[in-house]
């Protein structure tokens, strides 16, 4: 079973309102465009630098 974790942060809001514009654009819901962000910039990394091994380090 796949564990989710919560993660609070804060963003000014224009910031917030500015990605809002473009969740809705793009059909997600705010969380969901946060979560496709975090995820392009992951795949960009790995691009980058290769694949990110979680397992062998400690991920909070």
Not at 7 to 18: A, Y
Not at 32 to 37: E, I, K, P, R
Not at 43 to 51: A, D, L, W
């Amino acid at each position: 079973m796949k564990r989710e974790k919560h993660v609070g942060f804060r963003i000014d809001n224009e910031l917030k309102r500015k990605i809002a514009y473009i969740a809705e654009y793009e059909g997600r819901s705010l969380t969901w465009q946060m979560v496709h962000l975090m995820q392009d910039c992951v795949r960009q990394f790995e691009k980058e630098h290769g694949p990110i091994d979680t397992v062998e380090k400690r991920v909070v």
